[in-house]
DNA sequence: CAGACTCCCGGAAACGTTTACAGCAAGCAG
DNA sequence: CTGCTTGCTGTAAACGTTTCCGGGAGTCTG
């Protein structure tokens, strides 16, 4: 009657108490050796035994409200979709495991308040870290991460005083080296196909596609900048907007996505590419690999700052009094054949997708 | 001195018995207003205030060790880079994001341990349920599945008398989906680039593959078979090692990434598509639509399935006594450019990439 | 053989919540 | 004025673990 229910959880899976008292020992010793820590060989026997008859699993939730850990690290990304992201994740998960830990991801369709959401929620001790890589960021979207519960580390540029570790590389750069390379080339009428300006890559990618032209002594034509999302559709739609109204002879994407859905469009008019039109992606993903012809693209580090962003992340969990570090990755070129030089005779074409790459 | 330390949590943050203490009421008051439930004004005034004050957030953990409830959901798959998991993940999401949980995705790269230690180890109380999709089941995994601690939904062929909620589709049918339309298309040298035969979607359609030529009253020509692994760079050398020993006129293949990996390879051995070679993937996901020419695919109903999971996994959080259910969802050919017939004229092929998709 | 040292064990106190229960004051009907 | 209801409040018991601490039995040393 009174007695006190200590035996099974509430849904009747068995507890560490169930199999204390079948093997007859206390809960002390029976979280001992499931914990393989102490035990009489006889009380090892004893409870093991008793575990396995009634099944007993663990309850992670009550071991980590006592050890203050969950072991799960989560990657907040925009979009998940992007192949960008899945490089980045592979690299972070490889770190994540090789601790030990587990890797979550959540996908926040770029949208901050369900980014904010997250920190607010997820954060609050189901996990032992975040790594978020926003795109948009505003001030309440920074303060949540300041002052998150748990250690974050960010992905991206963020403003430059915020107390947060962070791992950014220089898009503007990148877009300056792809801009360089088809200059060199002998482009002019250079068009470039971006993502939203009130995201924080896309206003870089803008000022950083500016800068390069006026570096270069060459004009600006409006005509030739188009704005989409950084999807695959969003990018086909804006490069055909382009096309409409202006003939580019190379055509700088924000990132590979953009990229693809320009190749689509070109060749959908019956453009040839490189040979009409020569163009270049961002982010350099195995997308970019996957067209015909391959993509030229810059790559930006995505698996390099998802590998050191976990390592710091890792880093500020064994130590949380660690002062807010910055690291820098820096971007470089692939050159494919979407912009190999428009005037080497057809047989360089290489027949074969293994091209070696040239890396500037 | 002896006193309890009752004010703050073990790293120094606030708990419900800061707020209590420094709004000068109990904690279960204090906890009664935080939740929103009872309080009288005065109460509520000063517990928001001190609340705010030391910037009070809830121990997720320890409201779910007591609530037996976390608020989030987990889906395991195989291959985070393969499109199909993103459209599946896109639909399972919004039913989640709907009921109020999170969705938390986890790559397994398709190994059993990994999946295995994730159900041993995630599935321990950190999430209300779980979507997995293997793409191989062994005995101990399906052991796993069955006891699993918390509610699970498979997404895929499973043993049919496991008694797991289960979301399948025909991909056998499916394959012979593709195989009639080629037929009908007047193609015989049928060849198919499959996955692994160690996988339970790599037999099916294997299977499916012989049983459609066999309907047709085509013999198969072994060399015109080729496996590699279910991805882009696997499919593309499967596509070279079967072209470089044999001649078709039209390529089935186990599924986009595949497809897009033959799909290279054909033209960069100078083959035409459809012109010389007619093409069709399998997942119909969004890659086969970037491409160019698009590719027509036969749909598995990744999204639908992922929905129904979703489901079937929601209804059983709330009724883990329902008896275990399976769903089904037929397979669909979308025709694009890459199979259209090979006979029409060349201005029937369409110029731009919005084509309507004739579903058959 | 006494004392020190080891090892193993069980009781009980955490971890930070929510919530059942009982007490208490105020309001109201009779 | 009494008794019942209503609305808040605080105490304490959960949720299922891990771990500190003290005690008891055994072993070794001097």
């Known amino acids: 009657m009174g007695r006190k229910r200590l035996q099974e959880a509430v849904d009747g899976r068995p507890t560490v108490h169930t199999v204390a008292a079948r093997a007859g020992v206390s809960i002390a010793s029976a979280s001992r050796v499931l914990n393989g820590v102490g035990g009489s060989p006889e009380t090892i026997r004893k409870v093991r035994a008793a575990a396995a008859e009634v099944g007993y699993v663990p309850n992670a939730i009550a071991r980590s409200l006592q050890s203050q850990r969950t072991g799960l690290i989560a990657l907040a990304v925009a979009d998940i979709g992007n192949p960008v992201y899945v490089e980045m994740m592979r690299a972070i998960e490889s770190v994540v495991a090789a601790s030990g830990r587990q890797l979550l991801v959540h996908a926040t369709a770029g949208q901050v308040a369900n980014e904010t959401a997250l920190l607010r929620r997820l954060a609050h001790r189901y996990v032992d870290g975040m790594i978020v890589s926003p795109i948009r960021v505003t001030d309440d979207h920074l303060a949540a991460l300041v002052d998150s519960p748990v250690p ?18 220089d898009s503007r ?3 300056g ?31 950083g596609f500016r800068a390069a032209l006026a570096g270069h002594g060459i004009e600006l034509d409006e005509r030739l900048v188009e704005v989409g999302d950084f999807q695959y559709t969003a990018g086909r739609d804006a490069a055909e907007r382009l096309l409409a109204r202006a003939r580019p002879d190379a055509l700088v994407c924000a990132n590979d996505l953009i990229a693809v859905g320009a190749l689509h469009a070109l060749l959908a008019a019956g453009h040839r590419v490189p040979g009409d039109v020569a163009l270049v992606g961002m982010d350099d993903t195995e997308l970019a690999r996957m067209m015909f012809p391959q993509l030229s693209s810059v790559s930006l580090g995505s698996a390099e700052r998802g590998r050191r962003a976990a390592e710091l992340l890792l880093q500020r969990i064994a130590d949380p009094a ?22 080497l005779p057809k047989a360089a074409m290489p027949p074969a997708p293994r091209t070696p790459e040239v890396t500037a």
Do not use: K, M
């Open 152 to 169: 974050v580390v960010v992905v991206g540029q963020l403003g430059a005083d915020a107390p947060v570790d962070n791992v950014r590389t």
């Open 173 to 175: 750069a990148g877009v």
């Open 177 to 207: 080296l792809a801009v360089d390379h088809l200059v060199a080339a002998g482009h002019r009428r250079i068009g470039f196909v971006n993502g939203p300006l009130d995201t924080v890559p896309g206003a870089a990618r803008d000022a």
């Open 322 to 343: 660690l002062p807010p570090r910055r690291e820098q990755v820096a971007p470089h070129l692939a050159v494919r054949a979407s912009s190999a030089p428009p005037l």
